[in-house]
């Protein structure tokens, strides 16, 4: 992993630069190598809805959100909870699984913790 200072809009066409955000209607649907990533985040406790998708947005980037609904399901639970915002390592852990093993649900399996509310089809009983 290289660190820069810089931005990754002066580093990186904007053609090529997809900003992934929870808030999207593109889902995530293979890892193109010719594009660059972008996981929209903030270091704060709580969750302020469409921020990442905003700023993708003014930034005139292409966004994707990972599909997490197109391959899990809400499962039951005491406090109706779901959620599909993951934490940044989250993200890259199942960013990373998909591009190991080209399985959403293998990569939604890692990155996904139970506490999100949402499991694959063949864990609900």
């Known amino acids: 992993i290289d660190t820069t200072q810089e931005s990754y809009l002066d580093l ?5 630069i997809v900003y992934l955000t929870p808030d999207s209607e593109n889902v995530l649907e293979d890892i ?4 660059v990533y ?8 709580s969750i302020h809805k469409k921020l990442t998708l905003r700023r993708a947005q ?5 966004t994707a959100r990972l599909p997490i609904r197109e391959y899990m399901v809400k499962a ?11 934490a940044i390592n989250q993200v890259f852990d199942v960013l990373s699984t998909y591009y190991e093993t080209r399985s ?5 399996k890692a990155g996904v913790s ?3 509310g949402y499991v694959l089809p063949d864990a609900v009983k």
């Open 114 to 116: 139970s506490g999100k």
């Open 58 to 62: 003014e930034q005139s980037l292409q």
């Open 38 to 45: 972008v996981l929209g985040g903030l270091v704060d406790e």
């Open 32 to 35: 193109d190598p010719n594009k």
């Open 12 to 16: 990186f066409p904007l053609d090529a």
């Open 104 to 108: 959403w649900p293998a990569a939604l």
């Open 76 to 86: 039951a639970n005491t406090k109706n909870y779901h959620s599909e915002t993951l």
